[in-house]
C-alpha cells in the first residue's frame, strides 16, 4: 500500500514536498513515480525511476520537480519548486511491481493559488 501526503495550498513560485510512504519495501517495485490529474484532465506522469535508479521527467517538470526516494524510509519524494498554477492537480504516486502489477496512493491534492 500507498500513502502519499504533503499537498496543500501554496503561493505561485512557491514550493512543496511530497511524500509516498510504502508500507514494505521499495525495493520490491520495479519502477515508482508521480502522476497528477487536474480537473477534467486526464491523469499523467510527472516523475519517475527506475530500480536502476533512472529518472524521467514529463518537460512540464524538468528543472522545478525532483523526484527521489529514502530507502530506509521506504519512501518516494516529489520535491515542487517555482510552483505554477498550471500544476494544481491531485498528484498521484504509483509503483509497478516485477510482475507489472501498478499500486496507486489515494492522491493529495496540490493547488498553486495567490
Known amino acids: 500500500q500507498l500513502q502519499a501526503s504533503g499537498g496543500g495550498l501554496v503561493q505561485p513560485g512557491g514550493s512543496l514536498k511530497l511524500s509516498c510512504a510504502a508500507s514494505g519495501s521499495i525495493f520490491v517495485f520495479n519502477v515508482m513515480g508521480w502522476y497528477r490529474q487536474a480537473p477534467g484532465k486526464q491523469r499523467e506522469l510527472v516523475a519517475a525511476f527506475n530500480r536502476g535508479g533512472s529518472t524521467t521527467y514529463a518537460s512540464s517538470a524538468k528543472g522545478r520537480f525532483t523526484i527521489s526516494r529514502d530507502n530506509a524510509k521506504n519512501t518516494m519524494y516529489l520535491q515542487m519548486n517555482s510552483l505554477k498554477p498550471e500544476d494544481t492537480a491531485v498528484y498521484y504516486c504509483?509503483?509497478?511491481?516485477?510482475?507489472?502489477?501498478?499500486?496507486w496512493g489515494q492522491g493529495t491534492e496540490v493547488t498553486v493559488s495567490s
Open positions: 504509483s509503483a509497478d511491481s516485477i510482475t507489472g502489477q501498478r499500486y
